[in-house]
């Protein structure tokens, strides 16, 4: 009779961790990747860093999406 519950509890604590190791993996799987909330700048011109003997007419930057042009003052 001892050793029948003995190898119950084992059984139990072994169904347990089993349990928490799905449920680890579900929260994992649920939790949402890395974002970005600001689009990247890809490009500009002028280059960065570079030395220009006068201001520029027209300076383009290029970025990773289209900027919304209620959220931008430029």
Known sequence: MVVHAQACCVTLRGRRVLAGLVLACLLGLLTPGAVSAHALLISSNPQAGQTL???????VLEFSEPLNPRLSSA
């Open 53 to 59: 003997g006068t201001g520029p007419g027209v300076v």
